[in-house]
Structure formats: C-alpha cells, structure tokens
C-alpha cells in the first residue's frame, strides 16, 4: 500500500515539472508585457523595472532563476499588485478556494450518491422521473447561467442568501456558491451512481439477497452499495478537477476572494509570476487529490494495487 | 412422366418463387442501432429539434428584418415590439436581440463542430496508434496523455486565449486541442481488443502497412465509440466556449456567441429580462437535446445494459 503511494507521487512530480516548463515558455513567448500600458513607460524607467524583476536576462536564465526560487518555495514577486509577493497573493487565496471546493465537493459526493441510489431503487417510477429531470437540469445548463438565476432569484427578489461577496467567518455568503459549484458535480455522480446500481441490482448476489428474504434497505446497506461505488470513486479525481475550475467561474461571478479571481485577472494584465505561480499551485491540488483518490481506489479495489 | 400429378409443377413453382424472391433480410448492427434509435422517443424528439436549431440559425438570418450589427435608433433598450420587427426586442446598443441570437447560435454552433472535430480527428489518430503499436511507444504516449490530464486545462484555454488574442480560429482550435484526451483513451482500449481480432491478423498477413491496417481495418470499426463520445463531446464543448466568452474571454463584437449574450444579458436581467431569456432558453434547450441525443445513440450502439 505504501509502496504503492509512494510510486504515485514519484511519477507525479515530473508532471509538476513539465507543466510548469510548458507555462513559462508559453507565457514568455506571448505578445504583451506586465508594464503595458496605455501610456508607454519612459525607456529608463522600463529598463530598471525589467532589471529589477530579471526580465532583461536571456530567457534560459530567467527560467533556471524562477524554477530554483520554485524549489526553495519563493514563487517571486507579483508584477502587478507590487505590494505583494505572489506566496502572500495565493497565501490570501488558498484557504479560501479550498474551503469552498471540499465544501461543495463532500455536498455534491453525499446529494448525487443518494439520489442516484434513490432513482435506481425506483426505476422508471414517479421519483425516478422527477429526480432524472432535476439532474438533466443541473447538468445541462451552465454554472454562470445557473449562478446568474440564483443571485435573481434568491439574492434580488427574494432577499433571503446575499448575491455576492464574502465577510470571513459568514456562512450564508457560502450558500449560494456552494449550491452552484457541487450541483454540476452532483447530477454526473448522480448519474454514474444510477447507472451503476442498476446494474448491480440486477446481479445474482442482490437476487440471492433477495431471495433469503432481506429487505431493500438491507440489500443495499450490505450488498450493493459497494460494488456500486466504484464508478463513482473513479470519477471523484476527474469530478475534483472540474470542481476546482468551476470555482474560476464561482469566484469570479459572486466576488469571493479565492485563487481562482487572482488567476483571471493575472493572465489578463500578464502578471507572470502570479499566472505562473496560480497554475502551479492548481496543478499540485489536482495531483495530489488525484493521489489520494487513486489511494482509496486502491484500497476498495486489490487489483488495482498491483499494476 | 411429368404432370400427371402436378408434383412438378408445384416443386416448379416453388423453385420459381425462391429465384424471385429476395433473400431473407439479416439485420446489420447498424440497423439494428437504428431500429433502437428510432424507438427511443426523447432521442428522436431530441434530433428533430436540433436541426429546426441548425436551420433556424443558418437561414433565419435571410429573412429576419434586422442585421445583427445594425442599430435602429427609434428603438433602443425596447422590449419586444412585433410592429418594427423586434419580435424579441432589441439591447441596450438598439441592435435587435432576435437576429443577434440567431447569429450567436450560429457562432456556437460552428464553434462546437469545428472544434469537435479537431478533438475527435486527434483523438482517434492518437489512441489508434498507441494501442496499435503497444508497448513502449504506447507506454510513453498514454503517459503523456495522463499528463494533460492532471493540468487544469481552462487554465490553458485561458492562458492561450489571453495571449494570442480573441482570435475565433484560436478558439476553435484551442478548444478542440484539448478536449481529445478523453477520446484518444477510449480509442486506444478499443484498439488494443481490435488488434487480437482475426481480419486485422489476415490483413498483417496480406503485408498490409501498419498505417494501412489501422485507418483501413481498425479506424471504421470503431464508429461507434467515437459518435455517442463525439455527440457528449458537442455540449461540453459549447459550454467551454460561452464560459470563456461569458469571462469576456470569447468571439468579439459586433459578432456575437450565446455566451456572450448571455453575459451581456445577465448584467440587465432586471431592467431588460428578454435580453437574458431569450439565448438562455436557446443554449439549455441546444445542451439537452444533445445530453438526450448522446444518450440515445450510446443506448442504440451499445446495448449491453439491457
């Protein structure tokens, strides 16, 4: 097991590595600069900036100076917000893009299990109907156009949940966002869990269940919940990916004060150092919940541990 | 002798009417998808739907009133006024809501099959030949692709789009480029069962080139696969573009994407609603006709659950 983990995090690093080299080149290689603007800047005033942040060095040396800050955890400093260095913007924006994303990853986990299991056990009846519609809806019609009902809605017409913005410590302006972010996730794990049960329930196991005489509750408690799962733990890495880029669109549509908000505006005013910093700081999230997803699969599943 | 009890001429004209008749018709799996196709209502519904959309989109423009950039002064953040041909009203700039909303349709609509294809076209090349060729090379290539997988890849659209400019070509293609991770996987498990399979050891046999046995041989067998991904693959993709042309981030004016409207629209909701309804409408009904469509086709080629 172990060993196993250990493996996953060796072959993930270079990842890490990679993707970082492919940025920085890309970055680099684009037209525009941090200090464009719509007045030029007088050409000594350019010099020293660009001095000071290494940008006059050829471009190999740029890259070894960041990468060898990197590993010594200094992402640099941040071009554009100039009172800050980018490990104090994403020290900022870190926690709370995190809060938000397990927050509405463990809702979107726990809704989509249980109505998957529900429209399963109730195949083709009125609550398999009325529950696959509600996720057809969830699914198909976009976290920013759903973000933009909600905030009509509950935040403008009705006064209940806040529209936007973010007081630390306040849980009602979480609401809102929470419900935007997981309800996407929620109806595909609702869908997978459907599907997967289904096909489990119509197994030679849950019939011999059956037929010693358990009832539904127990049939799915013992025996079919967990053959079940398995789809869906597969999914949760990939559905945590999109989580965390479907905060991008959260954040930036209610105001909140994440990670994702900084990546935005970063890439628009070619603050390199932040764009760089916030993408490696996304890679990494994503890889290791990918880890520890991988862990769990291993765990519910021997074979995989194996290979 | 013959005739005497009509034997003959009952075998005659039984032996007659084999020669005529046509064979027994076998069902192709082909048909046999159709024939399940046709039976699913919501697929069915969902297909006539969609081309009303395409045509709708494609010649509407002909006989609408209004270009979709031209602005009528007398009417100006108007709701929707059957008279002077604003049957959805016009914005807050007076161009008429009804003919930019069918040229924002267009636009995703061009968007979606062109970067679909790109994704799909990749994606097949890509898997067909990892899983053909196996081992090492197949070791590396696969690796490479669980790469693209753990980076965030809007961060890449983004990054991509933000510096080369609000180019549509770009997006087509940038979108496109990156959504074939998924389809060069499937590709590749089909492909690594395929290439077991006896035609594709006749065709090794025949000194058939590896390229040859796999666009020949391998490629057409995977058809199925690659619609029902092809057809899930539509909605994400026009997702992916009114997302990032909802950041601003997309086509530009005077051209415009229901994404774009959709941004422009939300900030009004208030005051002008039919700016936000109207391509709101059109771009949930577009995603689940295609949700239903891909789940129909998957159904039909696919039948193992039942």
């Not at chain 1, 684009?30 to 050409?43: C, K, M, Q, S, V």
């Not at chain 1, 759903?146 to 529209?163: D, K, T």
């Not at chain 2, 739907?49 to 979709?68: K, M, Q, S």
Request: charged share 15%; net charge positive.
């Amino acid at each position: 097991m172990i060993a196993y983990a250990t493996r996953r995090v060796l072959s993930a690093l270079p990842i890490v590595f990679i993707a970082l080299t492919v940025c920085f080149i890309i970055l680099r290689l684009a037209p525009g600069g941090p200090f464009d603007g719509e007045r030029a800047l007088p050409p000594a005033v350019l010099k020293n900036l660009e001095a000071y942040y290494n940008l006059d060095k050829p471009l190999w040396e740029q890259y070894f100076i960041y990468v060898g800050g990197v590993l010594r955890g200094d992402f640099g400093p941040s071009m554009v917000n100039t009172d800050f260095s980018v490990s104090q913007l994403m020290g900022i924006g870190l926690p709370f893009t995190l809060m938000l994303g397990f927050t509405a990853f463990i809702v979107a986990t726990t809704v989509g299990i249980i109505t998957g299991m529900v429209t399963a056990v109730y195949q083709n009846r009125w609550p398999d109907y009325l529950l696959v519609f509600l996720v057809m809806i969830g699914l198909v019609v976009p976290n920013f156009l759903m973000a933009n009902i909600v905030q009509l809605v509950f935040g403008v017409h009705l006064r209940w949940l806040p529209v936007g913005g973010y007081t630390p410590g306040s849980f009602i302006h979480l609401v809102l966002p929470v419900i935007i972010l997981s309800l996407p996730q929620a109806a595909r794990i609702s869908r997978l869990m459907r599907g997967s049960m289904i096909e489990v329930l119509g197994t030679n196991f849950v019939r011999t269940a059956r037929s010693k005489g358990l009832g539904t509750r127990l049939v799915l408690a013992r025996h079919a919940i967990k053959p079940a799962m398995m789809p869906v733990v597969s999914y949760l890495g990939p559905g945590l990916s999109y989580l965390l880029t479907g905060s991008l669109v959260v954040e930036q549509i209610f105001a909140l004060p994440g990670i994702g908000k900084y990546f935005i505006t970063a890439a628009l005013s070619r603050d390199y150092g932040l764009v760089l910093g916030t993408t490696i700081l996304y890679m990494v999230i994503i890889l290791v919940l990918n880890l520890v997803v991988d862990v769990i699969y291993a765990w519910l599943d021997p074979k995989v541990r194996s290979r | 002798m013959a005739g005497i009890t009509g034997k003959d001429a009952v075998l005659t004209r039984y032996a007659d009417s084999l020669a005529t008749l046509e064979a027994p018709k076998g069902r192709s799996l082909t048909q046999d998808a159709m024939r399940r196709l046709v039976r699913n209502k919501a697929a069915v519904a969902s297909i006539f739907i969609l081309v009303v959309v395409v045509l709708v989109a494609f010649v509407g423009p002909y006989f609408v009133p209004w270009g979709y950039g031209q602005v009528d002064w007398t009417a100006i953040r108007k709701p929707p006024d059957f008279a002077k041909g604003h049957y959805l009203g016009t914005d807050q700039n007076g161009r008429d809501m009804l003919a930019r909303l069918l040229q924002g349709t267009q636009m995703s609509l061009v968007v979606a099959f062109v970067a679909t294809f790109v994704s799909v076209t990749i994606g097949i090349v890509y898997g067909a030949v990892a899983g053909y060729f196996g081992g090492k090379v197949d070791a590396i290539m696969m690796r490479f692709v669980d790469i693209m997988y753990a980076l965030p890849y809007i961060l890449f659209v983004i990054i991509l789009v933000v510096i080369f400019g609000r180019n549509p070509i770009l997006l087509f293609v940038g979108i496109g480029c990156i959504e074939w991770l998924t389809m060069a996987r499937i590709v590749r498990g089909q492909t690594l069962s395929l290439k077991e399979r006896e035609f594709v050891e006749a065709a090794r046999a025949g000194g058939a080139s590896p390229l040859t046995i796999i666009f020949r041989h391998i490629v057409p067998n995977l058809t199925g696969p690659v619609v029902i991904y092809a057809t899930l693959t539509i909605p994400e993709i026009i997702i992916t573009e009114s997302f990032l042309s909802y950041l601003g981030l997309g086509v530009q004016e005077p051209q415009t994407s229901l994404g774009t409207l959709i941004s422009a629209g939300s900030g009004l909701a208030e005051a002008l609603p039919w700016m936000l309804f109207a391509p709101a409408i059109m771009l949930v009904l577009m995603l689940i006709c295609l949700t239903y469509l891909g789940d129909g086709l998957r159904d039909a080629l696919d039948p193992k659950d039942r």
